[in-house]
C-alpha cells in the first residue's frame, strides 16, 4: 500500500536535519501518544513506522541511499498491475504528482492515518479513511481496524471543521462537521466525539446565519431560506427571543437581543413581520415590539394602513399588559391612521422628554401638537425604523405622499366605524362628543375626511422643514465579539429587553421639583457656602505650612547635577504583559546564556499549556528548532493533549565562535519533570522526569538577540 509520506515528516524534521535532530525528534514522536480511544494496534503500527522512519535516517549510509532517492525519484505515476485486486487506494487517482509517497503494510495503515492526521493534513486523511470505508467489507476480523479509521476520519473532519470556522469559511465548517457527525451516527461509536461535534455546531450555528443572510443579492434563494431555517430552529430551541432554553450557542440573553438587533438589518420588512408576528405569540414583549417596527414599516411603505392597525393593537397590549411605556410609537401609528385626537391623547402619556421637547418646539403657534408629531414621524421613520430593514435603507419617508395615496384614503375614511367603541370608552372622548349624538351617521365620513386633510396639510407643511433641530438619533447595532457570553452582566427582565431593542434608547422626561424661585435661593445659598469653603482652606493651608517649616525645616540642597526622575514616569522601561519570553539581547556571558535557556524552558512550558501559546516559540528559537517544536505542539492540540513542566537548569560552559561572534554555543545540565495529561487526565504513563540531562544549544543572534537555533542532548 502507498501513503503520501516520507520518513522526515513522519519524524517531523526538515531533510537537512543533523543527526542529533533526529535523535531528539525521534524521542519526541515516541514520548506522544494519540487518544486514548485508539486501539493497541493503531497505537503499535504508529509506532513502527516512527521507529522505521529513524532507522532508516540514523544509519549514514541507508540515509544517502534514501536521500538519492528522494531528490531523484520523486513520486512518478506507476501502472496498476492487470488483475490487481486489492482494498488499497491507488495512489495516482489521489495525489498529485511529484508527491513523496512510502510502501506500508496494510496491517500499518491506522497508524500511518493516525501519523497524517497529527500532521494537519485532514484532506489527505480524509481521501484515504473515507476511500477505504467505503470500499472495504464489515469482515469480522476488520472491525478494529475499521472503528481506528472512522476515528481518525471523524478527528480531521473535526479539526479542518476548526480551521474553516477560524479562516470565517462558515458553511464549509458546518460541512465538514456535519460529515464527522454522520460518520460517527451510521458507524454508532464514539459517542464522547459524535457529542464534541455537535456542540461545535451548535456554537456555529449564530456566524453561519450572520453570513447566510448578509450574503449580497444575487444569491440563491436557497442559501436565503437556509439562514431563515437556522434562525428558527435557533429560537425554538432558546424558546423565544427573550427565552432562557440552552441552544448550545453559548449566548446569554444580553447576547441573544445583540445578535438579533444585528441580524435585523439583514432582513426584509416582510420577513421580519413573519418572523416576529409569529414570535410575538409565545408570547414575546420583544418580538411584539419588533413586529410593530415591521407592521408600521411596511404598512407605510406599501400604503396598507391596515397593518398599521395591527401595530397600533400591538402597542396596546404592550401598554396595558406589560407596562411598556410605548406611547410615542402609539401617537405616531394612531397619526397615520388620521386619528389626530387619540396620538394627542397618547403623547401625553408619553414620558420621552427629548421626542417631546422636539414636537413642541415644531408645533408652536398651533392648538395641538400635530404639526410637531408630523416632522417626528417623518423623521423617526426615515432614521428609526427604514435602517433596520435591508430592503428600506434607502426609501424616503414622506407623509405628505402617504395620506396622498387613494387607498390610504379609502381605508381611513372608513375607519371611524371600527373605532367608535373604543373611542367612547374614553370619558374624555366620551365628554366631547355628548352633544353630537344626535348627528345623523352619515357625517361621521365627512368629519374623518376632514381630519385626514388636517393630517395631510400638517405633513405638508412640515415636510420641508429644517432638519438640525430633530432629536431623533442614528440607531447603531451593537455587535457581539464572541460566542461566549461575556462577565458582568444584569438579569434581564421583560421590560429591560424591549428597551435594548429599541432604536436608539431614549432619556425619559424628569419632572420639576421646584419652583423657579426655590432654585434660585438654593442656588444663592450654594454659592455662598462655596466661597466659605474655599476661604477656610485657604488658611488652614497656609497654618499648615507654617507648621511644617517650624517643625520640619528642609534640608539644604545636594551639590552637583541631580537626577530628572519623575513620578509619573518609570525611570526604566516597565515590560508589557506577556513580553516575559522576549530574546536576551546582551552580550552572551554565563548570565545572559542562562537567561536564554530559561527563556526557553517558559516558552515550552507555555507552548504545551491548555493555552497551547504557540506563538511563544518565535520570540525565542528559529529554524530548524522553531519549525520541529511548532509541529509538536500542533500534535499535541490536535489529540487534546497538555504537559506541565518543572525545570532546573545549571551552565555548564559558554563559547562564542571565534571568527563569527553571532554564533555561539551552550552547554547546561537540564532536569525536567513532565506530567502529560491527554482529555484533562493524568497520563502516568507518558509522564517522565529526567534528571541532569546534558543537553548543548546552539545559538544564534538575530537583530540584536540570541536565539536557540538547534539543540541536542548529549548523554
Known amino acids: 500500500m502507498q501513503i503520501p509520506l516520507d520518513y522526515y515528516r513522519i519524524l517531523g524534521l526538515p531533510v537537512a536535519a543533523s543527526h542529533e535532530q533526529l535523535q531528539q525528534a525521534y524521542r519526541d514522536r515516541l514520548i506522544q501518544l494519540p487518544r486514548r480511544e485508539y486501539s493497541t494496534a493503531a497505537i503499535a503500527a504508529r509506532k513502527q513506522l516512527i521507529e522505521q522512519a529513524y532507522a532508516v535516517l540514523s544509519e549514514p549510509s541507508q540515509r544517502k541511499i534514501y536521500d538519492t532517492n528522494y531528490f531523484a525519484h520523486r513520486y512518478e505515476q506507476q501502472p496498476t498491475p492487470e488483475g ?47 476511500s477505504y ?28 471543521g476548526r480551521e474553516q470556522w477560524q479562516q470565517k469559511n462558515y458553511e464549509s465548517a458546518a460541512n465538514s462537521l456535519q460529515n464527522g457527525e454522520q460518520r460517527l451516527t451510521r458507524e454508532g461509536i464514539f459517542l464522547n466525539l459524535r457529542n464534541d461535534i455537535a456542540a461545535d455546531l451548535n456554537k456555529l450555528r449564530p456566524y453561519r446565519i450572520l453570513a447566510l443572510l448578509a450574503e449580497p443579492e444575487g444569491t440563491t434563494l436557497e ?15 432558546r424558546g423565544g427571543i427573550d427565552g432562557t432554553g440552552d441552544d448550545g450557542s453559548g449566548l446569554s440573553l444580553d447576547d441573544f437581543l445583540r445578535f438579533i438587533q444585528q441580524l435585523r438589518t439583514y432582513l426584509t420588512v416582510s420577513e421580519q413581520q413573519t418572523l416576529f408576528e409569529a414570535e410575538s405569540k409565545r408570547p414575546s414583549a420583544v418580538a411584539s415590539y419588533l413586529a410593530v417596527y415591521a407592521l408600521i414599516a411596511r404598512g407605510f411603505t406599501q400604503r396598507m394602513p391596515v397593518l398599521i392597525s395591527q401595530a397600533k393593537q400591538l ?73 433596520q430593514f435591508c ?50 351617521q352619515r357625517q361621521k365620513p365627512n368629519r374623518t375626511r376632514k381630519t385626514t386633510a388636517n393630517v395631510a396639510v400638517s405633513a405638508t407643511n412640515f415636510t420641508t422643514a429644517n432638519t438640525t433641530g430633530s432629536a431623533t438619533l442614528e440607531p447603531t447595532t451593537a455587535r457581539p465579539t464572541s460566542s461566549s457570553p461575556p462577565n458582568g452582566y444584569l438579569t434581564v427582565s421583560q421590560t429591560s429587553a424591549i428597551q435594548r431593542v429599541r432604536v436608539p434608547q431614549r432619556k425619559r422626561r424628569k419632572r420639576k421639583a421646584f419652583a423657579v424661585k426655590d432654585k434660585t435661593a438654593i442656588a444663592l445659598l450654594a454659592l455662598a457656602g462655596l466661597i466659605g469653603s474655599v476661604f477656610i482652606l485657604a488658611l488652614l493651608g497656609q497654618a499648615f505650612g507654617w507648621l511644617r517649616q517650624t517643625l520640619y525645616p528642609a534640608p539644604p540642597p545636594l551639590p552637583g547635577e541631580q537626577l530628572a526622575v519623575q513620578l ?41 499549556s491548555t493555552d497551547y501559546a504557540i506563538e511563544s516559540l518565535q520570540n525565542i528559537l528559529v529554524d530548524p528548532a522553531l519549525a520541529q517544536w511548532q509541529q509538536l505542539v500542533r500534535s499535541d492540540r490536535a489529540n487534546n ?42 497520563n502516568q504513563r507518558a509522564s517522565y522526569a529526567d534528571e541532569n540531562l546534558r543537553v548543548r544549544y546552539d545559538l544564534v543572534r538575530r537583530n540584536n538577540a540570541w536565539r536557540i537555533r538547534q539543540m541536542r542532548v548529549l548523554n
Open 568 to 608: 509619573n514616569q518609570p525611570p526604566l522601561a516597565i515590560p508589557s504583559p506577556g513580553s516575559q519570553f522576549l530574546p536576551v539581547v546582551e552580550p552572551l556571558d554565563a548570565a545572559t546564556a542562562e537567561q536564554v535557556i530559561h527563556s526557553w524552558l517558559s516558552a515550552k512550558a507555555a507552548a504545551f
Open 641 to 682: 493533549r497538555h504537559r506541565q513542566f518543572q525545570h532546573s537548569l545549571k551552565i555548564d560552559a559558554v563559547q562564542v565562535n571565534a571568527t563569527n561572534p553571532d554564533l555561539a554555543t551552550v552547554q547546561a545540565t537540564v532536569s525536567e519533570v513532565a506530567r502529560i495529561y491527554d482529555r484533562g487526565q493524568l
Open 223 to 237: 442559501r436565503r431560506h437556509l439562514g431563515l431555517k437556522l434562525l428558527q430552529d435557533l429560537l425554538n430551541a
Open 391 to 440: 430592503d428600506l435603507k434607502h426609501r424616503q419617508a414622506s407623509l405628505k405622499e402617504y395620506f396622498a395615496d387613494e387607498h390610504v384614503q379609502t381605508y381611513l375614511e372608513a375607519l371611524p366605524n371600527q373605532i367608535e367603541a373604543s373611542q367612547k370608552a374614553t370619558a374624555s372622548v366620551a365628554t366631547s362628543t355628548t352633544h353630537k349624538t344626535s348627528q345623523p
Open 133 to 160: 470505508l467505503n470500499n472495504s467489507h464489515r469482515e469480522q476480523n476488520n472491525d478494529q481496524l475499521r472503528a481506528d479509521v472512522v476515528l481518525t476520519v471523524a478527528l480531521a473532519y473535526l479539526e479542518l
Open 84 to 130: 490487481a485486486q486489492s482494498k488499497e487506494v491507488l495512489v495516482e487517482d489521489i495525489f498529485a504528482p511529484h508527491t513523496p509517497i512510502i510502501e506500508i503494510a496494510d496491517n500499518l495503515f491506522a497508524g500511518a492515518l493516525l501519523i497524517l492526521q497529527e500532521l494537519g493534513e485532514y484532506e489527505l486523511v480524509l481521501t484515504l479513511g473515507n
Open 315 to 387: 402597542l396596546q397590549h404592550l401598554a396595558q399588559t406589560k407596562r411598556q411605556d410605548v406611547y410615542l410609537e402609539q401617537a405616531i401609528a394612531t397619526l397615520l391612521l388620521g386619528q389626530t385626537v387619540e396620538a394627542n391623547r397618547a403623547l401625553e402619556l408619553s414620558q420621552e422628554r427629548e421626542p417631546l421637547e422636539f414636537i413642541r418646539e415644531y408645533s408652536q403657534g398651533s392648538p395641538d401638537l400635530l404639526p410637531g408629531l408630523c416632522l417626528y414621524a417623518e423623521r423617526w421613520l426615515q432614521n428609526e425604523v427604514f435602517p
